[in-house]
């Protein structure tokens, strides 16, 4: 089952960060804008584009220092890290948070010792990892079988990276043993039998380089040591609703990008300097300058929350703000830049038409609406005055 990410082809060191304003970060964002076209199909993994991010250090941006033990990004860089990702390819940017939300379990969750092994599946040998909960009415449960062992059997749907991700993270009912709730662990690919993937199940509008197949885990055996934290961990608050601000940054980056092919467009036809087209153009630019503000904002109220300690429902409560807020821009900026470009800019090759496509799908996000009532439940059940509220 596992995949190979490519070495790198120019000899360079791998493993050490990019600075993030770099001209390096610049040139691998265009590398990967510029072959997003060519895995545009339900088949094809952008194994290029993460061959790229594992050379320039990317895969392991968010783990501590080995030697210091220093955290390397506050999450407001994070998260602009991830939209930049988004903007180049909306596949990449799902499959790459997917990579990160997996790292951010396991620093939380894992023994050291399972630290030291994952981290180093990141840091030496490149592996990409993913988390994997969605599932139909065949889902996956993880039976004990004594001596440590447990067989798997039932599948996940939307398994993003499906055969490409060397250390998926998944879910399940725990059952047979002493211990009952929904457990994470996370497969060594390369030491189990080879899994059941249905790519006919992946037949989507948009992101389809994402190659998010069904995966039919049964018969898979694991050991006690890749089970990562207690039963019910993977629904511990702020941290499960929280990360939703991770998936809005890409969004986000999905957005910039339809602002940039829309412009570009405009300029090739010559037509920047119409009155129309101006004003199209800055009210998209200030609706996504207010989705920057939201990032900005989340990412360092969030790390502060965190530090003081017992915010729980105030960081999920923001990230819900945040991702209603980055769902809204971005619905408004896609028929602006419709208008804008007209039925001739939808057409291929311009990339305007995937990257419409590919945003329209990835912003159909889990329980909407419930997001938005756990809003209005935390502001009418607080009494402090608008002006307290965030603080």
């Known amino acids: 089952m596992e995949t190979t990410i ?7 060191k791998t493993g050490t960060p990019v600075e993030l304003d770099s001209r390096r970060m610049a ?13 545009d199909d339900d088949k094809l993994f952008p194994t290029d584009a993460f061959g790229w991010l594992a050379e320039a250090g990317l895969l392991g941006i968010t783990l501590a220092d080995d030697k210091t033990g220093k955290q ?33 379990l396991i620093d939380l969750y894992a023994s050291p010792d399972q630290k030291r092994e994952w981290f180093a599946d990141v840091k030496k040998h490149k592996r990409l990892f993913s988390v994997w909960n969605t599932q139909a009415g065949d889902g996956v449960k993880i039976q004990a079988v004594g001596d440590g062992r447990y067989r798997l059997e039932g599948a996940k749907t939307f398994c993003s990276g499906a055969g490409w991700i060397q250390r998926p993270l998944i879910t399940g009912e725990l059952v047979g043993g002493s211990q009952k709730g ?26 389809r380089s994402s190659v998010s197949y069904r995966i ?13 934290g207690q039963p019910d961990d993977y629904y511990r608050q702020p941290y499960f609703s929280g990360g939703a601000i991770r998936f809005a940054a890409v969004q986000l980056g999905g957005a910039e990008a339809l602002f940039d092919a829309t412009r570009t467009y405009l300029a090739s036809m010559k037509r920047t300097d119409d009155v129309f087209q101006r004003t199209r153009l800055a009210e998209m630019t200030w609706l996504i300058e207010s989705g920057n503000q939201w990032l900005t904002a989340a990412g360092t109220k969030t790390d502060a929350w965190q530090a003081s300690g017992g915010q729980a429902d105030k960081i999920v409560t923001y990230a819900n703000m945040t991702r209603t807020a980055i769902e809204e ?15 001739r800019g ?11 496509r590919d945003l329209t799908f990835y912003l159909r996000q889990p329980a909407p609406d419930a997001t938005l009532l756990d809003v209005g439940r935390y502001v009418t059940d607080n009494q402090l005055d608008a002006y307290e509220l965030w603080r």
């Not at 997917?98 to 951010?104: E, K, M, S, T, Y």
């Not at 885990?217 to 089970?227: H, P, W």
Request: contains cysteine; proline residues 7%; negative net charge.
């Open 346 to 356: 939808l057409m291929r090759p311009l990339p305007f038409e995937r990257i419409h």
């Open 72 to 104: 390397p990004l506050g999450t407001d860089q994070l998260l602009q890290l991830l939209k930049r990702i988004g903007a180049a390819n909306l596949s990449v940017g799902r499959i790459y948070e997917g990579h990160i939300n997996a790292l951010n």
């Open 6 to 12: 490519p070495a790198p082809s120019n000899g360079q």
């Open 27 to 39: 040139d691998l964002l265009k590398r990967i804008a510029e072959a997003a076209a060519q895995t």
């Open 329 to 343: 821009i971005c619905l408004r900026v896609m028929p602006l830049a419709e208008r804008s470009v007209g039925a």
């Open 216 to 228: 039919d885990f049964t018969g898979i055996e694991i050991e006690q040591a890749d089970l990562l």
């Open 182 to 207: 929904w457990q994470m662990c996370i497969i060594p690919t390369e030491r189990v039998k080879d899994v059941q993937q249905d790519d006919r199940f992946w037949q989507p509008l948009g992101m």
